[in-house]
Every structure is written in structure tokens, then in C-alpha cells.
């Protein structure tokens, strides 16, 4: 019968109540019609795609609202800010350091100095708003632990958010970046220019990584007390120290891949890295949850 494989994915793209309302008829509709020929089942294909996408736009809104309305996400919300608060001042002393010891090193012209060390606080923007959106997708994952609609409309609103609050970092952070550059072609000419991916693939990276950190929130979910301290601390250590040390690991091991992750046409190499960082996570902890499967049994 046709319209199997459109009602499995319509009730996945919906909920219950709206696909009994809105989208089951449609579907039927489609069926009764099946026998009329391919023209007219055309026509009501066309229709169903129109239906479907108001019912899912109509439970997006729903769960957007779900999800930053009321007072448990007020205060979930509060608690996501609070810790992005931290992870920005961490990320910001952390680049301070780094910064200064790079200063040192190339012995670059003291008047630079300051634009870039005043321009750090805007690059701590972006780590913030991520760590916002792990903390929110692992606690709406803790409080509705059987449906994820929540968590994606929440990591939706975040990913298209990631471009907006990139570009105003990215721009408020230029005057540092041009006089980081500056101190490099002043020091070390021999150095190879920096490689500007275009605007399309840098927006396309952070919301592929935006994405790939609120799936971090929800596998870390599982999670509570000193394990989630544990596997966190774990997991975000390496992913910096995979970001800070790939890229010269590969320039050693394997010259060959440098261009295909740093290139002019580089994938999304910090999402890469934390989704694989997020399976192996994942497969390490599978062994324990048959051994506790069992043991419950």
C-alpha cells in the first residue's frame, strides 16, 4: 500500500497529536487516491509535502517554546549562562597566555601587542555560546529523557545563531587578528600566509560544530556526579589538545591529508574531532551498559 515510508517519517517529524490531526488525513487521502494513476497520486504527493511541513513548522514553534518558555527553562537557561560566563573567561585567559608567550617568542613589536591582547575577549564569544548549548541539550535531555524534539529545537536555534554571533565576533575581533598578522610578516617572513576559508564554508563549519556539540550535551546526559565531571573534563581536553597539535601531527605523518583538512576547501576538521571523540566515548561505555543490562536481569 503506498504511504508507508511517508507515515513512518511523518510520525518522526511530528507529534502524536498533530499527526492524527493534520497529517494521518492527508496520508489517507493519498491512499484512496493511489488507484486514479501516477498524475493525480503527483498531485497529492505535492499536497502531503505541503502538509507535512506546516505540521512540523507548527510542533517547531511548539518546542522552541517547550524548550525557552517557563520556569524550569528559565531557570535551566540561567544555569547554561553561568557556566558559558565561565567557559568565556576561561577561554579568554587561556588566549591571554598563549598570546603572551607568543609575543615572547617572536619578539614582536610592543605596540601590537595590546590591540591583540584587547581583542581576545571577542574570540571567547563563540566558546560561550557552545557551552551554553551543551549544558541546555544535557539538561533538557535529563528532563524529557524519552523525546529529543526539545533538544533539537533548542540546537537548531543555536546553529542558525552560530553565523550571526560569528560574524559580529569575527568583526569586532579584526583589529586584533590584522595586528597578529602584522607581527607575523614583521617576524617570521619566512612563514607562509594564512589560509581564509570562503564565508559559505566558514559558516557551514561552525554550524556543523554547533551541531556537534549539542549532540556532546545529550550524550553526556547519561551522566551525573564526579562520571560527568570526569567524562567532560575528558572528552573537551582532548578535543583542544587534538585541535592545538593535529594539524602539525599531520604536517609530520601524513603531508598528504594537511590540504584536505586545512586547504583552501577544508572540511569542518573541530567537528570531525569531536564527533569522534563523542563515539569513542560512546563505544567505551557499551561493555558496561551490558554488563549492567545483565546484572538488572
Known amino acids: 500500500m503506498p504511504g508507508l515510508w511517508i507515515t513512518r517519517l511523518a510520525q518522526r517529524l511530528t507529534r502524536p497529536d498533530t499527526f492524527d490531526r493534520l497529517v494521518s488525513p492527508a496520508i489517507a487521502d493519498l491512499q484512496c487516491e493511489a488507484i486514479h494513476g501516477w ?143 602584522e607581527t607575523y610578516r614583521l617576524t617570521r617572513p619566512d612563514l607562509p600566509a594564512a589560509v581564509v576559508p570562503a564565508r559559505w564554508q566558514a559558516i557551514l563549519s561552525g554550524m556543523l560544530q554547533t551541531a556537534s556539540f549539542a549532540w556532546l550535551g545529550i550524550a553526556l546526559a547519561r551522566y551525573r556526579g564526579w562520571p560527568l565531571a570526569f567524562t567532560a573534563t575528558t572528552v573537551i581536553t582532548l578535543y583542544v589538545a587534538a585541535n592545538l597539535y593535529l594539524a602539525e601531527l599531520l604536517s609530520r605523518l601524513a603531508p598528504s591529508l594537511t590540504p584536505i583538512f586545512y586547504g583552501n576547501h577544508a572540511i569542518p576538521v573541530n567537528a570531525l574531532t569531536l564527533v569522534a571523540l563523542i563515539v569513542a566515548m560512546k563505544t567505551v561505555q557499551r561493555p558496561f551498559d551490558r554488563s549492567m543490562t545483565a546484572v538488572a536481569r
Open 39 to 181: 498524475r493525480r497520486r503527483l498531485r497529492h504527493y505535492w499536497a502531503f509535502t505541503i502538509v507535512l511541513t506546516c505540521a512540523a513548522l507548527r510542533d517547531f514553534r511548539a518546542d522552541v517554546g517547550t524548550a525557552f518558555g517557563g520556569d524550569d527553562a528559565r531557570r535551566m537557561w540561567a544555569r547554561a549562562a553561568a557556566w558559558a560566563l565561565f567557559a568565556g573567561l576561561c577561554n579568554w585567559a587561556a588566549m591571554y597566555w598563549l598570546t603572551l608567550r607568543m609575543f615572547d617568542r617572536l619578539n614582536g613589536p610592543i605596540g601590537l601587542e595590546a590591540a591583540v591582547l584587547n581583542g581576545i575577549v571577542y574570540r571567547s564569544i563563540v566558546p560561550a555560546l557552545v557551552t551554553a548549548l551543551v549544558v541546555a541539550a544535557y539538561q533538557l535531555k535529563r528532563r524529557e529523557p524519552s523525546r529529543l524534539r526539545t533538544v533539537v529545537a533548542a540546537s537548531v536555534v543555536f546553529i542558525i545563531a552560530t553565523p550571526i554571533v560569528g560574524y559580529i565576533a569575527e568583526a569586532l575581533h579584526a583589529p586584533a587578528l590584522n595586528a597578529l598578522e
